[in-house]
């Protein structure tokens, strides 16, 4: 394979304009709005699984928290289809690219953090100080509550980012050894395609796990806010 091992997370461009505004809109079209009074069996299978994720997400919070419902569904349904579509052959996936997972989490973290800071004000700040904490330790921990406290939106960015590139990148190696293996030994190449089509199913899971795993830290950082 002669293209660059980077090629696919270039951002694509038509006629020199970026479109990647339009490859972020596409999965909304995945999702169709009901306009009948009986469901099709695809549309009733997508609200069943909206209702078990959600039901599961929001049972731990209260009724401030229950509030962003809709923002975390649509925040893991966005991520969800982008990473399954970006598995497609000579797609693109946005979520590779860490200024984008950085724009998702800054702001809903953000929102998490002022949610707390306005409705919670004492049990925000007692965060930046266990209790029973020496004295003479107290600068020290406070610093390093406030770093951590502002590391989580760059953590979870890089987790999502790191995970769908290793992915990505690990299926372009495979799949070049095994197209590079056709000529040398069919039968290595046999074995080598079985474990890309092995590898292909777990990046599928892989795919879903990281929507999930985004969103309900969104989730738990909502929680510990409200």
Known sequence: MNENLFTSFTTPTMMGLPIVML???????????????????????QQWLVQLTSKQMLAIHNHKGQTWAL?????????GSTNLLGLLPH???PTTQLSMNLGMAIPLWAGTVITGFRHKTKASLAHFLPQGTPIPL???LVIIET???FIQPVALAVR??????????LMHLIGGAALALMNISTSIAL????????????EFAVALIQAYVFTL???LYLHDNT
């Open 138 to 140: 107290i600068p020290m």
């Open 147 to 149: 770093i951590s406290l």
């Open 191 to 202: 074995i080598t395609f079985i474990i890309l089509i092995l590898l292909t199913v777990l």
């Open 71 to 79: 923002m975390l569904m649509s925040l893991i349904l966005f991520i």
């Open 217 to 219: 830290l969104v989730s």
């Open 160 to 169: 999502l980012t790191a995970n769908i590139t290793a992915g990505h990148l």
């Open 23 to 45: 490859i972020i809109m596409f999965p909304s079209i995945l999702f169709p709005s009901p306009s009948r009074l009986i469901n099709n069996r695809l549309i009733s299978l």
């Open 91 to 93: 797609s693109f996936t």
